[in-house]
């Protein structure tokens, strides 16, 4: 039980951290929109991003990953004791776990290297301004990983290959959503256009933190309760109480290392490192609560100055 409430804790807060980004752009946009719309978009979103895009996502992962079995295979491995079949999936981890790292790697290089953002620390500012090198830097990781992989295992260069390629995917449309958050925002847009491209974010978004549960566990119904839970969380956020979290200007900043240090966990375990369960939880939690405090740091100092 305790092993399970540490991996349940750390699997809802980076999805609700993961997800602030998502909340913030979701709660611009619903304010042009009339009451009615909202209530549309609240309940059939959340059951969209909840139920259908967080719910299926974990079960699709472990089935790609495994394409001997069949779908119904792969539900019985997630709710029985099939010894068979679990060691089956099992021995496909390493695969699993080289995609979704290399995907969370990138997700962090391209936000400590390309996107603007409020400097923590004077590095993040110098590594900004060097963004030209990222496409570099990242094909020689990449090209790196590839030969490593090929080395121990051919088929986990493919699952390499597959975690980039998801990266650039979603990586080109949350490039795009700033400017389709401009568009959105002007009231001649339909309402019914507002809602569609934000469900359509919602499950851009989500990827992030179904990828990054599998860090934690490999167990789906673990995951479907951390995540679910994170992103009820952030649905809450949304409509209550987003522009509170938005003063804390740095958890976007934790929320990122927390995706890199999960992804470089991710990509050594594949190649064999073995960690203790509490080490993914425990990295969330110490990196967001760091965060947190250099924020609520800011806003004090804030308050001093105009005092």
Do not use: C
Not at 262 to 291: C, D, H, K
Request: no cysteine.
């Amino acid at each position: 039980m305790f092993s399970f409430f540490i991996i349940f804790l750390g699997l809802a807060l980076f999805e609700i951290i993961s997800s602030v980004d998502n909340a913030i752009i979701n709660a611009h946009v619903l304010k042009t929109l009339p009451e009615k719309y909202r209530k549309i978009f609240l309940v059939w979103g959340l059951l969209i991003a909840v139920f259908i895009v967080r719910g299926l996502l974990p079960f699709i992962i472990v089935w790609l990953v495994n394409p001997d079995l069949s779908f119904g295979q792969v539900l019985t491995f997630v709710f029985s004791n099939n010894q068979q079949i679990e060691e089956y999936v099992e021995q496909s981890k390493p695969l699993l776990l080289l995609g979704g790292g290399i995907y969370l790697l990138f997700v962090f290089l391209s936000w400590l290297f390309l996107e603007e953002k409020k400097y923590a620390f004077l590095v993040e500012r110098f590594i900004h301004r060097q963004g030209v090198w990222f496409y570099a830097i990242a094909s020689l990781i990449f090209t790196l990983i590839i030969y490593l992989s090929l080395q121990v295992r051919p088929a986990l260069a493919l699952a390499a290959a597959i975690g980039i390629t998801a990266f650039f995917i979603t990586d080109g449309f949350k490039k795009n959503a700033e400017e389709q958050e401009k568009q959105l925002l002007k009231p001649h847009l339909g309402f019914w256009s507002k809602i569609l491209y934000l469900e359509i974010l919602d499950a851009s978004f989500s990827i992030d933190g179904v990828v990054g549960a599998f860090a934690f566990t490999i167990s789906v119904p673990l995951i479907l309760l951390g995540n679910g839970l994170g992103a009820l969380v952030v649905r809450q956020l949304t409509i209550k109480g987003i522009d509170k979290i938005s003063h804390y200007a740095y958890l976007k900043n934790g929320a990122m290392y927390a995706i890199g240090v999960l992804g470089g966990l991710m990509i050594l375990e594949s190649f064999g490192q073995e960690y203790p369960f509490w080490l993914a939880p425990l990295n969330t939690v110490a990196l967001i609560g760091i965060f947190f405090w250099l924020s609520v740091r800011e806003i004090k100092m804030a308050k001093k100055l105009k005092t």
